[in-house]
């Protein structure tokens, strides 16, 4: 699934292409990706013109004139791409918003499971997944004072609680591994439990390692690209998550894997410590 990275990194490369033009056609393969019903989502995005495209967490926003946003989720493989109506369609194309310049953006998805939904600018958290969610990561919002006394609230494993995006929203299933391993806590270790020193340099390692991630284009493990088809650069940065079985490059011990909430996860069981 994309993480904040990876949504960061397409809303930067999929802007330059798209700021400004109008959309003359919207066409639904598969009107199931789409919240709203279709024939009022096709009709209310004609004429419209993209300002500008926003990001919560692993949200993506494109800001449209008539004060309408698109809000959008990548789930686990969606990817969006320019091109002309021309085109053959992809057999995982299932949206396709055509502009008046002749140009064509289109939504491919294997698995179907990304979504969008039209909005009244202004009403995303109301009405939309964006208002469940806990402080973007990367914005001033996520205060390590805030973090922690947000953990001290969770009695429940520190894995989870990364990935449930009521705390913090943006992590996902790769960089929760990495943060937890570069601040040597065990992923099993109670939220609650763990010291508030540790607690400060997770969060400090949380938004180093965005950050890092940002700065390589994101983690291309399986199918992600950016939205000029190019693939991500930090997965070779990758220091725990991957790993399974090779040596923890800190300590020389071996990285361990187990499910947790079934979802595999890397650790070392030396020099990540328990708390519970």
Known sequence: MPELPEVETVR????????GKTIKKVVLWYPKIVENPPEEFIAA?????????????????????????????????????LTVPQEAKDKHDHVEFIFTDGTALRYNDVRKFGRMQLVATGSEKSSTGIGKLGPDALTPGFTAAGFVRALAKKHKNIKNTLLDQTVVSGLGNIYVDEVLWRAKIHPLSLADKIPVS??????????????EAISLGGTTVHSYLDANGHAGGFQAKLQVYGHSGEECPR?????????????????????QKEYL
């Open 12 to 19: 930067r490369t999929l802007l330059p292409l798209i700021k």
């Open 198 to 211: 540790r607690v400060k340099k997770l969060h400090k390692q949380i938004q180093e390692i965005l950050q």
């Open 45 to 81: 995005l004609k004429g419209e013109q993209i300002e500008t495209i926003d990001r919560e967490a692993k949200f993506l926003e494109f800001r449209l004139s008539n004060h309408l946003t698109l809000v959008s989720h990548l789930r686990m493989e969606g990817k969006y791409r």
């Open 251 to 271: 300590c020389g011990h071996k990285f361990a894997k187990i499910k947790v909430n079934g979802r595999g996860t890397t650790f070392c069981p030396h020099c």
